[in-house]
């Protein structure tokens, strides 16, 4: 597997912080989310979705808010015609519990009002459909664990299997930000980021009802991990990634069998960065970050890779 880096063109305006963002290809138009708030940990985060022309440049921006305040970590989740985004707010005084928060459109452009699916107080990092659910593993830093739900992402969000992944029954400290996917057989593949003890992320799988999993050490960190399935048995993980001297946003080829993981590609970055989202499209691999590496401003930026297997 082959990737080069061919274009790496900035899609945010203004000095503010922007990070933590996806990517995706929805009604024939490339759209890049992102939070954008004073810094890294202000309680003033909005969602920026940005429209991305053919030279990767930004050509249309909207605006999604919560009254109550800091909005993080937008992804998307498409389910057939429709799209979704959602992201975490924050535990805050007047609301009482941190929220997953979601928004939906038909057509990229135009956005519905704010839904409320859940899971109050957990985080629910990402999602993705399969047999018309919505599925994720959601996190809760004092517990120690993942835990698996699936719902509408439109009406409410259900807990289905409790502690997929946790310290007390794992003896693996602070399981967090997952991505995961479905193959084509109905198993399910997740990466998951910890942040305890050996800090190394975690390759997971299960098959339907997706009670019992089988986890597997990668030896390395990654944090928010993004997965791309390749075909049965590869995927693409991008992240943050500690090379020894710098955290930097690292691209990996991984065989889902055995969990090998090989670098393909380091893109250009340093500081505060990473978060990326990713997409393939043809011969084209295109992936959304931020990165502080210039004049340590907090951008986000979007690289076409030349892509071959």
């Not at 979705?49 to 909005?71: K, M, W, Y």
């Not at 693996?172 to 003890?197: H, K, M, S």
């Not at 009670?211 to 991990?225: E, R, V």
């Amino acid at each position: 597997m082959k990737v080069q880096l061919n274009r790496l063109t900035r899609v945010c305006r203004g000095a503010a912080h922007n990070a933590f963002g996806d990517i995706v290809l929805f009604n024939d138009r490339l759209l890049v989310c992102y939070r954008q708030g004073t810094h890294h940990m202000s309680n003033n985060g909005i969602i920026v979705v940005a429209e991305i022309n053919d030279l990767g440049q930004p050509v249309r921006f909207q605006c999604l808010t919560s009254p109550e305040g800091d909005l993080r970590d937008p992804h998307f989740c498409i389910d057939n015609d429709r799209l979704y985004l959602l992201a975490h707010q924050r535990w805050l005084t007047s609301l009482g519990a941190a929220k997953t928060y979601t928004w939906f459109s038909g057509d990229g452009l135009s956005w519905s009002s704010r839904h409320d699916p859940g899971p109050d107080n957990w985080w629910l990092w990402r999602a993705t459909t399969y047999q018309g659910r919505h599925w994720g593993l959601a996190y809760h830093r004092p517990s120690e664990q993942l835990d698996l739900y699936a719902g509408s992402l439109r009406g409410k969000m259900h807990k289905v299997v409790s502690a997929c992944l946790s310290k007390t029954h794992h003896q693996l400290g602070y399981p967090n930000e997952t991505d995961c996917y479905f193959t084509q057989q109905g198993e399910l593949i997740a990466v998951a980021r910890r942040d305890a003890d050996s800090f190394t992320a975690q390759l997971g799988r299960s098959k339907p009802p997706y009670t019992q999993w089988q986890w597997q050490d990668l030896g390395d960190y990654i944090g928010a991990p993004v997965l791309l399935p390749v075909d049965n048995d590869m995927a693409l993980v991008c992240g943050r990634h500690f090379n020894g001297r710098n955290l930097v946003t690292q691209l990996w080829s991984l065989n889902i069998h055995n969990g090998e993981l090989v670098k393909l590609l380091t893109l250009p970055s340093g500081g505060d960065n990473s978060y990326p989202g990713m997409i393939r499209q043809g011969d084209k691999l295109y992936i959304a970050y931020y990165s502080s590496h210039l004049d340590n401003q907090s951008r986000m930026y979007l690289a076409r890779l030349n892509y071959e297997i």
